[in-house]
């Protein structure tokens, strides 16, 4: 009998092609096929970060996402499109690993933290090997270039989603000592008005695309919510202490 492939969850940084750890630059050269999730009509940032490393033996699988931004049929919700996506694209991995050949799928950032491989791995790792490649995500490449420390002693830091209500992100954003805001896109104005209502604007830290090369740290209130990309994230980081 056949052995089976094996799947891998490729955390492959958050922009620069040289975050990527040792670990995960030898198995993504020893993989015979690489997916990588994408949208229609581009290249994709996770591809752009590992391109130089591929070679000519592998086999590529692009993971087209569906486009969301046209009107869907009444029968069709956006949560039952997305749903048949993964449910597609983890068919597809899952003939190469009956075929015995080892699938690695990159994720920008971290596998676990945000990263679409996670749906893909909920329905796959109970019936195949996985592995998971942790990968320096987002949030820690933003506060690098950003120069700015998150949390000091006994600080404890929250990661929360733009996409909350407003009531919802002013909750937590005044109980936390330092946070990390993900997901702003078309969220930023009701963020930034939070951050204004709180009077945490002024420790507030703005960067979009960290680490990559268009990289843009732009003051927090020069930045255009019409303009703010969904790859964006502001930092309130922890007060300081001198040690």
Same mark, same amino acid.
């Given at each position: 009998m056949q052995a089976r492939g094996r799947l891998i969850g490729l955390g492959v940084g958050p922009g620069d092609p040289e975050l990527i750890t040792v670990k995960a630059l030898r198995l =993504?050269?020893? &993989?015979?096929?690489?997916?990588?999730?994408?949208? %229609?009509? %581009? %290249?994709? @940032?996770?591809? /752009?970060?590992?391109?130089? #490393?591929? !070679?000519? *033996? !592998?086999?590529? +699988?692009? =993971?087209?996402?569906?486009?969301?931004?046209?009107?869907?049929?009444?029968?069709?919700?956006?949560? %039952?499109?997305? &749903?048949?996506?993964? $449910?597609?694209?983890?068919? #597809?991995?899952?003939? #190469?690993? $009956?075929?015995?050949? $080892?699938?690695?799928?990159?994720?920008?950032? $971290?596998?676990?933290?945000?990263? &679409?491989? +996670?749906?893909? #791995?909920?329905?796959?790792?109970?019936?195949?090997?996985?592995?998971?490649?942790?990968?320096?995500?987002?949030?820690?490449? /933003?506060?690098?270039?950003?120069?700015?420390?998150?949390?000091?002693? @006994?600080?404890?830091? &929250?990661?929360?989603?733009? *996409?909350?209500?407003h009531d919802d992100l002013k909750r937590k954003l005044a109980d936390a000592d330092a946070a990390v805001i993900m997901k702003l896109g078309r969220n930023f104005h009701k963020v930034r008005e939070v951050l204004i209502e709180l009077g945490m604007a002024g420790r507030a830290l703005y960067v979009e695309r960290a680490t990559m090369s268009n990289q843009k740290i732009v003051p927090l209130d020069q930045v255009d919510p019409t303009s703010s990309p969904y790859f964006s994230l502001i930092i309130v980081p922890g007060d300081r202490w001198q040690g």
């Amino acid at each position: 009998m056949q052995a089976r492939g094996r799947l891998i969850g490729l955390g492959v940084g958050p922009g620069d092609p040289e975050l990527i750890t040792v670990k995960a630059l030898r198995l =993504l050269r020893e &993989s015979p096929v690489v997916a990588y999730f994408v949208a %229609k009509g %581009k %290249k994709g @940032n996770a591809f /752009g970060i590992i391109e130089a #490393h591929l !070679q000519d *033996v !592998q086999t590529l +699988m692009p =993971l087209v996402y569906p486009v969301t931004t046209e009107a869907l049929p009444a029968t069709l919700s956006y949560e %039952k499109l997305i &749903s048949d996506f993964y $449910d597609e694209s983890s068919r #597809h991995i899952a003939a #190469h690993l $009956d075929a015995g050949r $080892d699938v690695a799928v990159i994720c920008e950032g $971290d596998p676990f933290f945000y990263g &679409s491989y +996670m749906y893909l #791995h909920d329905r796959l790792a109970e019936h195949y090997d996985a592995e998971v490649i942790p990968g320096v995500c987002s949030m820690l490449g /933003g506060a690098s270039v950003l120069g700015a420390p998150l949390v000091y002693r @006994n600080q404890s830091l &929250s990661v929360l989603s733009g *996409v909350l209500s407003h009531d919802d992100l002013k909750r937590k954003l005044a109980d936390a000592d330092a946070a990390v805001i993900m997901k702003l896109g078309r969220n930023f104005h009701k963020v930034r008005e939070v951050l204004i209502e709180l009077g945490m604007a002024g420790r507030a830290l703005y960067v979009e695309r960290a680490t990559m090369s268009n990289q843009k740290i732009v003051p927090l209130d020069q930045v255009d919510p019409t303009s703010s990309p969904y790859f964006s994230l502001i930092i309130v980081p922890g007060d300081r202490w001198q040690g």
